[in-house]
């Protein structure tokens, strides 16, 4: 696979962003937190963000508007993304929930109407390094992805979640889709001709396959927990749709328009007293996880989310892998808009 | 299945939990949230719990104890169970949440050093009726449960969680185990001679099974997800240690005495200022799930939590189901407090 130095990746993000219009606090945000994910491995939810973007500006992106606080209370506000990317509210949500938790101890910000934010643990990993414990419920408004269970028909998007909090070293980041998988795999497995290990796709038929082309060629897949324990995947998928609701925001609507919310809860946790406390535990449960005998074919039991941060902190120093396809996706992205491309060694 | 009348099970709590020393509301309010799930055909957090209690009297549980309020910030409390009952705490703790989350948009109070409290939904539909969106994550410290995904020995509980928010008509409350199930069902199962419908469970030798005797005699169990998923369930189950250690609780410790903690979040939609278009946007997704073609086997597809809300407002009229040995276990308790015994149909 092609790699690049990550100090190009950001280079190559910041000079594509700004191209477009970007503010430059605003360019190295979003490049900051699409590097993260790329450089732990994930090639679908990473750097294909600034293409995204890209693809999007002078249609639903517009770089230069602001999102809006509809509404603001001591532990709330509601933002309206008013054609600003998804990244570009996300910062400003970030600022917002983080400062009203430090004064009330929580805070919820719910945005509605804006665009793709990617992989979401990039988003948290900080706010966790600064002792926040944070989650974070993301949902598309047109996504034909994840039947409910015990049904065949998609009804929701892949509507993935985050968590994240504090230990006494890295924090845990943990971030994932209430469907059985996102589209980013599907798609990959798909294309790599692959088949899932369990059937959780459904064709447009109804029947239950382990070909992701089912759900790809307007099928559907089961919620999170599969076959064995979808009902708690659909509880979740339901529980984000409720919440784009509560902000306004249009639930799953194959007639409607293409538009993303999200939510994030930050609860403060100097506000309960013990941080102390909170590094010890953790310290103590770290071990133990890390103590676990693992199933055979497994090397040895980590943390959630400890493969994309071990990944992505080896990544800084030793180059960042990207997909042939996502590198050719970022550099005719590039030329479109006249930046120098993205360098790889192969 | 024995057969009793709604009111004669409220009557039969009311008078154990009186007998014990609970204050008259406390008694009510055990019992009608202990009688929710017991109506709603769940055999192992129902009733159980006022059997629970009753055992727990003059050692864990001192009726008389009252709940302190450690820290108290506008959106936040944090308290200490001192001795008084699960319940008795829960209580406190939706007194605080939703008074706080009215004035400040969002909640989070989390209890430390309490006891069980059985079927976590029965506490969050009220506050879904009243137009909060909830969650409720519960850790029992000490049972070794579920193992970390990748490993095969237990390092959490089954770590409870359940999640509540308004629609058109009834709310949508689902509560579920962040492992495969709950050891209450894995008893179940056991105690029927039966196996589940997946191998989700680990010998002490670390070899997975399908029977349920495994977990119980010192094995353990998949996290939430199983075989396909178990990453998600994982990273749930950790979520809610780390709020554990937040609150001043201990993580799972098998060496450590046996204590429960849980945190409850509520967020007040009228905060976000459009519950009429959470009303019409639920009411359009409610109908499109009920819409959905159904798997084979499937009657038809419900909401999460439908099935149990449905029994349960029928059970008001018709009658609860006890199970045999759960009727002997309470009326067990009720010869011991010298209480008249719960009358039952055969």
């Known amino acids: 696979?092609?790699?690049?130095?990550?100090?190009?990746?950001?280079?190559?993000?910041?000079?594509?962003?700004?191209?477009?219009?970007?503010?430059?606090?605003?360019?190295?945000?979003?490049?900051?937190?699409?590097?993260?994910?790329?450089?732990?491995?994930?090639?679908?939810?990473?750097?294909?963000?600034?293409?995204?973007?890209?693809?999007?500006?002078?249609?639903?992106?517009?770089?230069?508007?602001r999102p809006k606080v509809e509404r603001e209370q001591a532990g709330m506000a509601l933002i309206d993304g008013q054609g600003a990317a998804g990244p570009v509210c996300m910062r400003l949500?970030?600022?917002?929930?983080?400062?009203?938790?430090?004064?009330?101890?929580?805070?919820?910000?719910?945005?509605?109407?804006?665009?793709?934010?990617?992989?979401?643990?990039?988003y948290l990993a900080p706010l966790a390094r600064e002792g926040f414990f944070a989650q974070l419920l993301?949902?598309?408004s047109k996504c034909l992805d994840a039947a409910p269970a015990g049904g065949v028909d998609a009804c929701f998007s892949t509507n993935p979640m985050a968590i994240a909090f504090p230990t006494d070293a890295d924090p845990v980041v943990a971030d994932f889709s209430t469907a059985a998988m996102s589209m980013g795999k599907a798609n990959?497995?798909?294309?790599?001709?692959?088949?899932?290990?369990q059937p959780v796709f459904f064709t447009k038929a109804g029947e239950l396959t382990d070909d992701p082309k089912a759900?790809?060629?307007?099928?559907?897949?089961?919620?999170?927990?599969g076959d064995f324990d979808g009902h708690k995947g659909y509880a979740l998928a339901f529980w984000i749709e409720a919440l784009t609701a509560m902000a306004g925001g249009s639930c799953n609507n194959p007639?409607?328009?293409?538009?993303?919310?999200?939510?994030?809860?930050?609860?403060?946790?100097?506000a309960f007293g013990n941080m102390d406390w909170v590094r010890s535990e953790m310290h103590r449960m770290t071990a133990r996880i890390h103590a676990t005998r693992p199933r055979p074919g497994v090397k040895s039991v980590r943390l959630p989310g400890e493969r994309l941060q071990t990944q992505a902190a080896r990544s800084r120093t030793e180059g960042v892998d990207i997909a042939d396809s996502l590198l050719a996706t970022l550099n005719a992205a590039a030329e479109r808009r006249g930046v120098k491309p993205l360098a790889a060694e192969a």
């Open 1 to 65: 696979m092609p790699r690049v130095q990550y100090n190009d990746l950001i280079d190559f993000g910041y000079r594509l962003l700004s191209k477009l219009g970007f503010a430059e606090d605003d360019s190295l945000y979003i490049t900051e937190n699409a590097a993260f994910t790329q450089a732990g491995g994930v090639q679908t939810h990473g750097a294909v963000l600034l293409a995204n973007i890209e693809s999007q500006c002078g249609s639903s992106i517009d770089p230069k508007h």
């Open 255 to 270: 007639a409607g328009e293409q538009r993303q919310s999200f939510t994030l809860i930050v609860i403060w946790g100097e």
């Open 188 to 197: 990959t497995l798909a294309k790599a001709g692959r088949k899932s290990n």
């Open 93 to 122: 949500a970030v600022e917002l929930a983080t400062r009203k938790a430090r004064e009330t101890g929580v805070a919820v910000v719910s945005v509605r109407n804006t665009t793709w934010i990617a992989g979401l643990g990039a």
């Open 215 to 225: 759900v790809i060629d307007g099928g559907a897949m089961l919620p999170a927990g």
């Open 138 to 140: 993301a949902q598309s």
